[in-house]
T-cell receptor
Framework: GDSVTQMEGPVTLSEEAFLTINCTYT??????LFWYVQYPGEGLQLLLK?????DKGSNKGFEATYRKETTSFHLEKGSVQVSDSAVYFC???????????FGTGTRLQVTL | SQTIHQWPATLVQPVGSPLSLECTVE??????LYWYRQAAGRGLQLLFY??????ISSEVPQNLSASRPQDRQFILSSKKLLLSDSGFYLC???????????FGSGTRLTVV
């Protein structure tokens, strides 16, 4: 079945550091890929998406590229801020299942 | 505008008591609706989803049930809560972009 694997957290970085959160997937068919973010005590928000191979999703300085050859969708940001501290979820969606499959989430903590 | 409401925000219930969590959406019609649970230190688990009134699909056999009495209302219930039902419950809807879910702010349930 479909699955998403994310790097273990927590990830602790200093402000202005470079961020990478790894995400790989297994899916039948051709999934769409997503990153969601969950700030403390809140629900999830869609951060960015990519619907086909080689697409790059971007939002708020975050980027992720859909790599079909490596079945990956790694999240990157060039310079993190304290306000980026949150839990980040990678997810995939396939039309056959009509539902999102999430990874376990990666907690990011950014310090001054 | 399209919004999703979920209540209550927090709930403390004794073991064996009933449960009813409600989710309503506004500004859209015929959405796909979802209930997810996020247990402490774990990822998101899809519990139920619904593609229309009275249509409920269960993903995981458990102590919970769901109902959709109206197009924009989704209810999560239990007759007798277990300690293992504790967690953060999230309602979500999807219409338009496949996989682009909008989440409610969640209900933190503690069973004591």
């Amino acid at each position: 079945g479909d699955s998403v694997t994310q790097m273990e957290g927590p990830v602790t970085l200093s402000e202005e550091a470079f961020l990478t959160i790894n995400c790989t997937y297994t899916a039948t068919g051709y999934p769409s890929l997503f990153w969601y973010v969950q700030y403390p005590g809140e629900g999830l928000q869609l951060l960015l998406k990519a619907t086909k191979a080689d697409d790059k999703g971007s939002n708020k300085g975050f980027e992720a590229t859909y790599r079909k050859e490596t079945t990956s969708f790694h999240l990157e940001k060039g310079s993190v801020q304290v306000s980026d501290s949150a839990v980040y979820f990678c997810a995939l969606f396939t039309g056959t299942a009509s539902k999102l499959t999430f990874g376990t989430g990666t907690r990011l903590q950014v310090t001054l | 505008s399209q919004t999703i409401h979920q209540w209550p925000a927090t709930l403390v219930q004794p073991v064996g008591s009933p449960l009813s969590l409600e989710c309503t959406v506004e500004g859209t019609s015929n959405p796909n609706l979802y209930w997810y649970r996020q247990a402490a230190g774990r990822g998101l688990q899809l519990l139920f989803y619904s593609v229309g009134i009275g249509q409920i699909s269960s993903e995981v056999p458990q102590n919970l049930s769901a109902s959709r009495p109206q197009d924009r209302q989704f209810i999560l219930s239990s007759k007798k809560l277990l300690l293992s039902d504790s967690g953060f419950y999230l309602c979500a809807w999807s219409v338009g972009i496949p996989g682009g879910y909008t989440f409610g702010s969640g209900t933190r349930l503690t069973v004591v």
